[in-house]
């Protein structure tokens, strides 16, 4: 019974460290970490972020139209749209495609029997 109940106790602590590994893989694996983490690898001092930041910083002005440039995109896109109906369609009364591509074939059937 020992042997059975220290076997039991074994493959519960494996399970738990099994979900806990699980969970730590999902935390990882979430769409922000792996950007973040990609990030990291690619400029791990942050020396890109901070060199835009700076440049800002320095030359704010051009930064001015791309804001208001989004603004004027958030405002728009909030806005329900006040453009006219598109005009319908007017159906006509014609053969349909494959009616008329099978009256052709039968014409050119008949010039090539001729």
């Given at each position: 019974?020992?042997?059975?109940?220290?076997?039991?106790?074994?493959?519960?602590?494996r399970?738990?460290?099994?979900?806990?590994?699980?969970r730590?893989?999902?935390?990882?694996?979430?769409?922000?970490?792996l950007?973040?983490e990609g990030?990291?690898?690619l400029?791990?001092?942050?020396?890109a972020v901070?060199a835009?930041?700076?440049?800002?910083?320095?030359?704010?002005?051009?930064?001015?139209?791309?804001l208001?440039?989004?603004?004027?995109?958030?405002?728009?896109?909030?806005?329900?749209s006040?453009?006219?109906k598109?005009?319908?369609?007017?159906?006509?009364?014609?053969k349909?495609?494959?009616?008329?591509q099978?009256?052709?074939?039968?014409?050119?059937?008949t010039?090539q029997?001729?």
């Amino acid at each position: 019974m020992d042997g059975i109940n220290a076997l039991e106790a074994e493959a519960n602590r494996r399970r738990a460290d099994f979900a806990e590994s699980l969970r730590k893989l999902r935390r990882k694996l979430t769409p922000l970490a792996l950007a973040d983490e990609g990030l990291r690898r690619l400029d791990p001092q942050a020396e890109a972020v901070n060199a835009v930041g700076q440049s800002i910083r320095d030359n704010p002005l051009p930064v001015i139209p791309l804001l208001l440039g989004l603004g004027w995109l958030v405002l728009n896109v909030r806005k329900p749209s006040k453009a006219t109906k598109p005009p319908k369609l007017k159906r006509t009364r014609r053969k349909s495609l494959i009616a008329q591509q099978k009256k052709e074939q039968h014409d050119e059937e008949t010039d090539q029997k001729a």
